[in-house]
Every structure is written in C-alpha cells, then in structure tokens.
C-alpha cells in the first residue's frame, strides 16, 4: 500500500487536501470519491531519497531552479495543446511527450517552460501542478481543465476541447482588432497629413496675407492661430502643439490603463464602456461570448461548478460581469438557481438567461452554454462588420470637412484681395 496526496473540493467549493492509502492512484481517486470530495491534484507520496557515503548524506543534485516565465503567444501555446493532446491520445508517456515538443519548439520562452514543466513532471509532480508553477504561461483556467483530466483519465479529450476553445477565443480577439485597424490607420495618417499642412503650408500663406495687408475673415484668423500654436510659435509658448497632438493619446491610453489597476477606476470604466453608444454593445456580445464558453468548456471537463464560476469570473475581463458572477456563485453555493441572479443583474439579453435557465432544469448546462456562445460569436462577426461600414463612410466625411475648412479657409482671403485689385484697378 502506499499513501496519495491529495487536493480536492468539498461539496461548497472550498479546497481541501489530505491523504490516502491505497493500491494505486485509480483506487485512491476512488477512496476520495467516496467522502464526497472532487479531487484535483492526486499524486503518491514518496520518501526522501538519502545516499550516505562516509556518514554524510549526499542530496540528489538538480537540473536548475524552476523560475516563471512569461510572454508565450496565445497562438504557439494553443498549437502546443492540440500536439500534446495528440501524443497523449497515441498512448505516449507524458514525461516522453512534453520533452519531444520542448525538442521541437524554437529557442524562446516556451521551449524554457516546457523544459520546467518536464523537470517538474519528473520530479514526481502532476501535469497541472508543473504547470501551475508556470502562471504567466498557463492561467488559472488552463491548469483546472488539465486538472480535471488528469483526475477523469481523459487528459487528452481535455486538452483537445482546450485547444479549440482557445483556437476559437483567438480568433474572436483577432476579427475585433482587425477591425479597429482600418480606423486607426487611416485617423493616424490623416493626422500626419493636416499636422504637416500647419507646419509647412499655413505659414506660407501666412506670410502672403500679411504682405497683402487684407484683413483676414474669423475662420481664417483661427487656422492661423491653431498653425501657431502647432508649430509653437505663439508668444510664451514653450512646448510646441504637434507635440501634444500625438503624446495626448499615448497619454490618455496609459492613464486609462492606470486607472483600471484600481477597483474604483476599474469599476467605473467598465461600465461607462458598456454604455457606450457604438462600442457597448460590440463590448457586451464579446464579453458574453468569452464568459458563456469558458463556462461552457470547465463544465464540460469535470470542473465543479462553483469552481468554473470562479475562474469564469477571473477570465471575463469586465467588472460589470464578474460582480454578476459572483452573485451567480454564491446563489449556487446557497443552493438556489444560476438564472435568478444573472436575470436580476441585467447583464446578459433574455434570451441569454432563459437558454441558461432550460440548461439547468434539463441538466445540459454545459452544452446551452456552448450554443450562446457559438450564437455570439456569430453576432460579433456581424456587429464587426457593421461597425467597419459604418466608420469608413464616417471618417470620408470627417476628413472631408476638416480638408474643405482649410480650403475654404485660406482661399476667402484670397478672393478678398481679387476684389480689392479690381476695385483698384477700376479706380
């Protein structure tokens, strides 16, 4: 007999550990199950290995230091998962499979992590313990999926199901930024452009109207004055204004960033973005279609469910939602509904809540949540599109009327000073 170590979640969600003796780790997992306990991490207990020569102990010597690392790409990650999931569904060790990808990979900072992953695997430690020492490059929500199949035996099926919620969560982020370049771009060489026109052009003209002597009209006076305060030619001026220009939204980006860091900041950015008119939306579909299918996912695997809602909470990455999640989880740990708090928090559409509703009375919560989630993301790709032929037409006209104010604005001196020569030389 031998004795198993063990981590495991009660029938509330809180975390216990304790030990077990038993013939092998199927029997302890077993032995656990039978406390009304959900375990997490099994492992057997082994003794401290000694070698005395000459009455001194000499310790085993160590590869290195396991240390975290961070920075691995979502998407190298993600081709990881599924080539590990098909390895282990070959029937390869797992100690042999991690060291056949960490051969694989190209030096950088994934081929390091694998490499302490695998000197943590053969230290004795599970996969999901390895990869917990490691958070920058697996999050919480990757150790408890792999957690949960090391404990159901289906490590493979698991990693598997998370490649392709990953693949799929990638793929959401990427239609969303791909979007939002277009604008950019185009807002950011527009920008470029009237800047240079204030510093190279105005000036000129500047110049011919004062030699001219004509009194300028209002709009003309006030593109000459935002030409010199570009430039920093007005008096007193120290920092020129092209220099605000594009330091004022790097700026902003960095203080919005540093507001987020506080719970108040957080709090009221999130909401005020969910209000916001275009980009609300877009923001709540895509916030719903994350939560739904990694809710969907852990459910799935074998994750209790009071401990998907916790990590769901973690991953959502809006404030509104999570307070709505925690709601949920301590409405679930008193042992009423999940659609009640969801449904009085008004986050989600009805459609939402009552799709959730049906997925508890039938028992197939797992899958409703992966068909809200498929549902939104098809509703992001449409509301994505949208939202690009909605912005082209707009910056065409935003564009078009700063270009033809500045026209305007420089050629109305100009025909003053026709008229003033003719009305000379009718004289």
Same mark, same amino acid.
């Given at each position: +007999?031998?004795?198993?170590?063990?981590?495991?979640?009660?029938?509330?969600?809180?975390?216990?550990?304790?030990?077990?003796?038993?013939?092998?780790?199927?029997?302890?997992?077993? @032995?656990?199950?039978?406390?009304?306990?959900?375990?997490?991490?099994?492992?057997?207990?082994?003794?401290?290995?000694?070698?005395?020569?000459?009455?001194?102990?000499?310790?085993?010597?160590?590869?290195?230091?396991?240390?975290?690392?961070?920075?691995?790409?979502?998407?190298?990650?993600?081709?990881?998962?599924?080539?590990?999931?098909?390895?282990?569904?070959?029937?390869?060790?797992? !100690?042999?499979?991690?060291?056949?990808?960490?051969?694989?990979?190209?030096?950088?900072? !994934?081929?390091?992590?694998?490499?302490?992953?695998?000197?943590?695997?053969?230290?004795?430690?599970?996969?999901?313990?390895? +990869?917990? %020492?490691?958070?920058?490059?697996?999050?919480?929500?990757?150790?408890?999926?792999?957690?949960?199949?090391?404990?159901?035996?289906?490590?493979?099926?698991? !990693?598997?199901?998370?490649?392709?919620? +990953?693949?799929?969560?990638?793929?959401?982020?990427?239609?969303?930024?791909?979007?939002?370049?277009?604008?950019?771009?185009?807002?950011?060489?527009?920008?470029?452009?009237?800047?240079?026109?204030?510093?190279?052009?105005?000036?000129?003209?500047?110049?011919?109207?004062?030699? #001219?002597?004509?009194?300028?009209?209002?709009?003309?006076?006030?593109?000459?004055?935002?030409? @010199?305060?570009?430039?920093?030619?007005?008096?007193?001026?120290?920092?020129?204004?092209?220099?605000?220009?594009?330091?004022?939204?790097?700026?902003?980006?960095?203080?919005?960033?540093?507001?987020?860091?506080?719970?108040?900041?957080?709090?009221?950015?999130?909401?005020?973005?969910?209000?916001?008119?275009?980009?609300?939306?877009?923001?709540?579909?895509?916030?719903?279609?994350? #939560?739904?299918?990694?809710?969907?996912?852990?459910?799935?695997?074998?994750?209790?469910?009071?401990?998907?809602?916790?990590?769901?909470?973690?991953?959502?990455?809006?404030?509104?939602?999570?307070?709505?999640?925690? %709601?949920?989880?301590?409405?679930?740990?008193?042992?009423?509904?999940?659609?009640?708090?969801? @449904?009085?928090?008004?986050?989600?559409?009805?459609?939402?809540?009552?799709?959730?509703?049906?997925?508890?009375?039938?028992?197939?919560?797992?899958?409703?949540?992966?068909?809200?989630?498929?549902?939104?993301?098809?509703?992001?790709?449409?509301?994505?599109?949208?939202?690009?032929?909605?912005?082209?037409?707009?910056?065409?006209?935003?564009?078009?009327?700063?270009?033809?104010?500045?026209?305007?604005? +420089?050629?109305?001196?100009?025909?003053?000073?026709?008229?003033? !020569?003719?009305?000379?030389?009718?004289?």
């Amino acid at each position: +007999m031998a004795t198993f170590v063990y981590e495991a979640l009660n029938a509330a969600g809180k975390p216990q550990k304790g030990s077990v003796e038993a013939a092998s780790s199927e029997e302890a997992i077993q @032995r656990i199950k039978g406390q009304q306990l959900f375990p997490t991490s099994v492992r057997e207990q082994k003794g401290k290995k000694k070698e005395e020569d000459g009455g001194k102990v000499k310790k085993k010597d160590k590869k290195g230091i396991t240390i975290g690392f961070g920075g691995v790409s979502t998407k190298l990650l993600t081709v990881f998962t599924r080539q590990l999931s098909t390895l282990q569904d070959a029937g390869l060790p797992l !100690l042999r499979s991690l060291k056949i990808l960490e051969e694989q990979q190209k030096p950088g900072k !994934l081929k390091s992590v694998l490499g302490g992953v695998a000197e943590e695997v053969e230290g004795g430690s599970s996969l999901s313990e390895a +990869m917990g %020492k490691f958070p920058k490059a697996f999050d919480r929500l990757y150790v408890k999926m792999v957690a949960a199949g090391e404990v159901g035996g289906v490590l493979d099926i698991i !990693l598997q199901r998370l490649s392709e919620f +990953m693949e799929k969560a990638q793929k959401l982020k990427m239609k969303i930024i791909g979007a939002m370049v277009y604008p950019a771009v185009v807002i950011f060489v527009a920008l470029a452009i009237v800047t240079g026109i204030m510093l190279l052009i105005i000036p000129k003209f500047e110049e011919i109207f004062a030699d #001219f002597g004509v009194p300028l009209p209002a709009l003309t006076r006030f593109l000459i004055n935002t030409s @010199r305060w570009v430039a920093g030619r007005e008096i007193g001026q120290q920092v020129p204004g092209v220099v605000w220009v594009f330091v004022t939204p790097v700026v902003v980006f960095f203080l919005i960033k540093l507001a987020r860091k506080s719970p108040l900041g957080r709090a009221v950015f999130d909401t005020l973005l969910l209000w916001t008119p275009i980009f609300g939306p877009l923001v709540k579909k895509t916030v719903i279609a994350r #939560f739904t299918r990694t809710l969907g996912t852990l459910v799935n695997a074998g994750v209790p469910i009071l401990e998907a809602i916790l990590i769901t909470r973690d991953t959502a990455g809006n404030y509104v939602f999570e307070k709505a999640l925690t %709601k949920v989880h301590d409405s679930i740990r008193e042992g009423e509904t999940f659609a009640g708090p969801l @449904r009085e928090s008004k986050t989600c559409d009805a459609i939402v809540v009552n799709m959730i509703d049906v997925g508890e009375e039938t028992g197939e919560m797992d899958a409703m949540l992966l068909k809200i989630a498929d549902n939104y993301d098809e509703e992001v790709d449409v509301a994505v599109a949208s939202l690009v032929k909605l912005i082209e037409p707009l910056l065409v006209v935003v564009l078009g009327g700063i270009v033809g104010t500045i026209v305007v604005s +420089m050629f109305l001196p100009l025909v003053a000073m026709i008229e003033s !020569l003719q009305k000379g030389g009718a004289v």
